[in-house]
T-cell receptor
Framework: GENVEQHPSTLSVQEGDSAVIKCTYSDSASNYFPWYKQELGKRPQLIIDIRSNVGEKKDQRIAVTLNKTAKHFSLHITETQPEDSAVYFCAASIQAGTALIFGKGTTLSVSS | DGGITQSPKYLFRKEGQNVTLSCEQNLNHDAMYWYRQDPGQGLRLIYYSQIVNDFQKGDIAEGYSVSREKKESFPLTVTSAQKNPTAFYLC??????????FGPGTRLTVL
């Protein structure tokens, strides 16, 4: 089955810096890759997703890149703000709407 | 977010007791999911259902059971066979081929 590895497990940056979180997956059939943000005690919420027919997708300060050959995808957050502090999860599935396999999460801390 | 609800918010279980966690959605989503979240472990799939009266096991289904008698409801029972049930349980739903929306979660503690 699918396995998703996520790195780093913790990341500390200064406000205004960029943050990058990387994930690798094992099943070459996977073609849907969402990223979720979870604040303490709250539910995960989708922040961006990408499908395998796209190499990069941007939404304001966040972007996701996908390299299907290498089977890895990354989340990029620019101009980080304290409110970006949260746990971020990557996930993969064979198609959107089927079961997601999650990475173990990255705790991002943005200090002002 | 308000379209998918879980109850109760907190639940306490005694040894040898079965408990049932509720998940309801009014989003008309076909698919529903149960995940377990432990510190440092991410979210692990317990069961999922893509259609009424049908469901599939996830990676950690042992000690859990589900039913999908109605499109809106996907209750999870934590049985006495689950030896380490203390965790945060998240339910999610989606239209097939689209993003998953999560409920607010139930925190289960074994006394």
């Amino acid at each position: 089955g699918e396995n998703v590895e996520q790195h780093p497990s913790t990341l500390s940056v200064q406000e205004g810096d960029s943050a990058v979180i990387k994930c690798t997956y094992s099943d070459s059939a996977s073609n849907y890759f969402p990223w979720y943000k979870q604040e303490l005690g709250k539910r995960p919420q989708l922040i961006i997703d990408i499908r395998s027919n796209v190499g990069e997708k941007k939404d304001q300060r966040i972007a996701v890149t996908l390299n299907k050959t290498a089977k890895h995808f990354s989340l990029h957050i620019t101009e980080t703000q304290p409110e970006d502090s949260a746990v971020y999860f990557c996930a993969a599935s064979i198609q959107a709407g089927t079961a997601l396999i999650f990475g173990k999460g990255t705790t991002l801390s943005v200090s002002s | 977010d308000g379209g998918i609800t879980q109850s109760p918010k907190y639940l306490f279980r005694k040894e040898g007791q079965n408990v049932t966690l509720s998940c309801e959605q009014n989003l008309n989503h076909d698919a529903m999911y149960w995940y377990r979240q432990d510190p440092g472990q991410g979210l692990r799939l317990i069961y999922y259902s893509q259609i009424v009266n049908d469901f599939q096991k996830g990676d950690i289904a042992e000690g859990y059971s589900v039913s999908r008698e109605k499109k809106e409801s996907f209750p999870l029972t934590v049985t006495s066979a689950q030896k380490n049930p203390t965790a945060f349980y998240l339910c999610a739903s989606s239209i097939l081929a689209e993003e998953q929306f999560f409920g607010p979660g139930t925190r289960l503690t074994v006394l």
